[in-house]
Each structure stands twice: as C-alpha cells, then as structure tokens.
C-alpha cells in the first residue's frame, strides 16, 4: 500500500510560480511510474504531467501546460515534483498525485486516471489574476 501525500500549493499571482511536492511512502517508490492531475470547481479530474518510473525518465504532458510545467522524480528521496511557471486563472484547481503501477521503467506513465492504483488528497492551488 502506497501513501501518497502533495504539498505546496497556495495562492499566487498571474505569471507566477508554485513547485507542488509529493511524497511517498509504503511501497518500492520506483516501481510506479508518476502523474500529477488536476480538479477545478465543477470539472471533471484531468491529467497534467506523468513521468516514467526512472528519475529523469519520460516526461508527458497535457497540452495546456507543455512549457510551463514540469514534472521530476527523485526515487532516492521518494518524491515527485511538479514545477508550475507561468501560471494563470484556469491553472486553479486541487492538484493530486498519483501512483501507476503498470507503468514501464522507461516509457511514460499514463494519462488515464483509472490506470492509477494509488492518490493523494490533494493541494489547493489557486491562481488570482
């Protein structure tokens, strides 16, 4: 069993910049390839980044956020990192991390949130314009 617990999140500014943090525990960290997504007030969950299950391995992402996010992995720490620059209003949501346990050591974790066996709670980012 896989914990999984997100932190970072806040207020910030238009143009600004967040690093969400998630940290694991329980489980072999780098037998899971990595996702971050996303829920915004009466929208569905979304995906935003994933990461293969190497540190510096295969990074995916949502369109929406290709060059301003970026997702890393730390296995000897046990953490996975989603770096957040040039934020906007639609950025505000609760972000999760979440854990795929399919996922190769090389390719990318999945977009599809149902292929992920374990979530955080989630942390608040809000984004004011």
């Known amino acids: 069993q896989v914990q999984l617990v997100e932190s970072g999140g806040g207020l910030a500014q238009a143009g600004g910049s967040l690093t969400l943090s998630c940290a694991a525990s329980?489980?072999?960290?780098?037998?899971?390839?990595m996702g971050w997504f996303r829920q915004a007030p009466g929208k569905e969950r979304e995906f935003v980044a994933a990461?293969?299950?190497?540190?510096?391995?295969?990074?995916y992402y949502e369109d929406s956020v290709k060059g301003r996010f970026t997702i890393s992995r730390d296995n000897a720490k046990n953490t996975v990192d989603l770096q957040m620059n040039s934020l906007t209003p639609e950025d505000t949501a609760v972000y999760y991390c979440?854990?795929?346990?399919?996922?190769?050591?090389?390719?990318?974790?999945?977009?599809?949130?149902?292929?992920?066996?374990?979530w955080g709670q989630g942390t608040q980012v809000t984004v004011s314009s």
């Open positions: 979440a854990a795929d346990s399919r996922a190769s050591y090389t390719a990318s974790a999945s977009r599809t949130s149902t292929e992920y066996d374990y």
């Open positions: 329980g489980g072999i960290f780098r037998n899971y390839g």
């Open positions: 990461i293969s299950r190497r540190s510096g391995g295969t990074t």
